[in-house]
C-alpha cells in the first residue's frame, strides 16, 4: 500500500514559541491539525527557529497553508510610525497583554513569506486570529496596535465589544454580524434567525484590521465595528482550488464542555472549505507537473543503434554455441560492436586515455574503474 502521506495534500502551519523547564518548545493548537486531518490533509509543522523563513522552498510541494495565533506583528511591517499612543499607554498595553505583546521577527518572517507565496501562486490560505492579520499586513492593510485604546474606549458603552476574556478563554463569546451573500453567510445560514444577521463567537485578541487591504471584501462585523472576516472573492471557488480568507474568531474554539459539539453546524466549514480547496488545487498541481519524454532518436541514429544491438546480438549467439570465429560471413557486422568497445567506452565514460588519447567528459568511472 502507498504511503499516504505522500498521497494527500500538505498542509503548511507555523508554530508559536512558549517556555517549557526553562526551554523554548514550538507548539501548534491540536484542534486546527485535527480539523485538516479529518477533511483529508496532512499538517506540516514548520518551526519556528532562526532562519526558517529562507528555506520555505524547502517544504515544497505546498498545497496549502493555515496560520494561526501567535504573538503581536511587528508595528513597523504595518505603520510608518510606531502609534499616536503616549508611552505611558503603550506600557499599559505591554503589561496587560504580557504573553502576546513580545514581538517574534522571526515568526512575522516566516509568516509573512508564506502568504505572500500564497498570494503570487494561488495557493490556499486560511489565517485564523492572527493568521487574518498577517494575510491583511502581507497585502497592505493595517492593524489597530490595542482595541481598547484606540476603538472600544471611543464609543458609547452599548456598542462596546469584548474581544478577550484571560479568566474565559474558550468560553467567551461576544456577537457578530455576518454579511449577506458572503462565504460565511452559506455557512451559518441554517442557523440565523430570519433576518437576525448575528451569531456568537469566541474571540481572543486584543488588535485586529483597522483598514482592509484593497483586494478583500468584509464578511463579518462586531458591534464596535471591527472586522471579524474577510475574503478576496476572485480568488474563492474551492471546487477549483481557490481559497484566500481570514477569521478574527476562532470558530475551532466553539464547542460545548464536551469538545464534539459545535456551537453551530458551519463552525468547522471554514476548515472543509479550505480543505476541499487544498485537495483541488494538488490536483490541479499534479496535473501540470511535466513528465520526462521517452528519448526519442533521429533516423539516423534509430539505424546505428539497430545495427549496434545487431552486432552484440551476433556476438551473443556465437557465443552460447561455442563457436566463435567460425561464420567469418558475419565478421563486418561483428567489428561494429568491436570498435563501439575499442573507441566508445571512452568516449561515453570519459575517464581514461583510451586509443585516441584524454578524454573528457563526464566524471563517470569506466568499466575497468569500478572498485570491487
Not at 499516504?4 to 500538505?10: G, H, V
Not at 519524454?293 to 554455441?321: G, P, W
Request: charged content about 25%.
Amino acid at each position: 500500500m502507498e504511503n499516504l502521506s505522500q498521497i494527500l495534500p500538505r498542509v503548511l502551519v507555523v508554530s508559536r514559541r512558549t517556555v517549557r523547564k526553562n526551554k523554548f518548545v514550538d507548539f501548534v493548537g491540536e484542534y486546527h491539525l485535527d480539523l485538516i486531518v479529518r477533511y483529508g490533509c496532512v499538517p506540516v509543522i514548520v518551526p519556528r527557529v532562526t532562519g526558517v523563513h529562507m528555506l520555505l522552498d524547502s517544504f515544497k510541494p505546498i498545497h496549502g497553508v493555515l496560520l494561526c495565533e501567535g504573538e503581536d506583528i511587528d508595528p513597523s511591517l504595518y505603520e510608518s510610525e510606531i502609534s499616536s499612543l503616549s508611552p505611558e499607554e503603550l506600557q499599559e498595553i505591554r503589561d496587560t497583554h504580557a504573553s502576546d505583546t513580545a514581538i517574534d521577527k522571526e515568526k512575522d518572517s516566516i509568516e509573512l513569506g508564506l502568504a505572500k507565496l500564497c498570494l503570487e501562486q494561488n495557493i490556499p490560505y486560511l489565517g485564523i486570529c492572527r493568521g487574518s492579520q498577517i494575510l491583511n499586513v502581507a497585502c497592505g492593510g493595517t492593524l489597530y496596535l490595542d482595541l481598547e485604546k484606540e476603538l472600544t474606549n471611543k464609543l458609547p458603552e452599548e456598542r462596546r465589544t469584548k474581544h478577550i476574556d484571560y479568566d474565559n478563554y474558550d468560553g467567551h463569546r461576544h456577537v457578530v454580524r455576518i454579511v449577506e451573500k458572503s462565504p460565511l453567510h452559506s455557512w451559518f445560514k441554517d442557523s440565523l434567525d430570519g433576518e437576525n444577521m448575528e451569531i456568537l463567537v469566541n474571540s481572543y485578541h486584543h488588535q485586529g484590521v483597522k483598514r482592509l487591504a484593497q483586494r478583500f471584501v468584509p464578511m463579518a462585523f462586531a458591534s464596535d465595528g471591527l472586522m471579524e472576516g474577510f475574503y478576496d472573492p476572485d480568488a474563492y471557488n474551492p471546487e477549483e482550488g481557490k481559497f484566500i480568507m481570514g477569521l478574527q474568531f476562532h470558530p475551532e474554539r466553539m464547542r460545548s464542555d464536551d469538545l464534539d459539539e459545535f456551537d453551530y453546524p458551519g463552525c468547522p466549514a471554514a476548515y472543509q472549505e479550505f480543505a476541499k480547496a487544498v485537495i483541488a488545487y494538488q490536483k490541479k498541481l499534479n496535473s501540470t507537473m511535466s513528465v520526462p519524454k521517452t528519448l526519442e532518436l533521429d533516423r539516423e541514429m534509430e539505424n546505428k543503434r539497430k545495427i549496434l544491438v545487431r552486432s552484440f546480438s551476433l556476438a551473443r549467439n556465437m557465443y552460447a554455441k561455442g563457436e566463435p570465429g567460425k561464420n567469418p560471413s558475419k565478421g563486418s557486422e561483428l567489428e561494429v560492436g568491436a570498435e563501439f568497445l575499442e573507441w566508445g567506452l571512452y568516449d561515453v565514460y570519459g575517464c581514461c586515455d583510451g586509443p585516441r588519447g584524454p578524454q573528457t567528459g563526464p566524471a563517470i568511472l569506466c568499466p575497468g574503474h569500478f572498485e570491487p
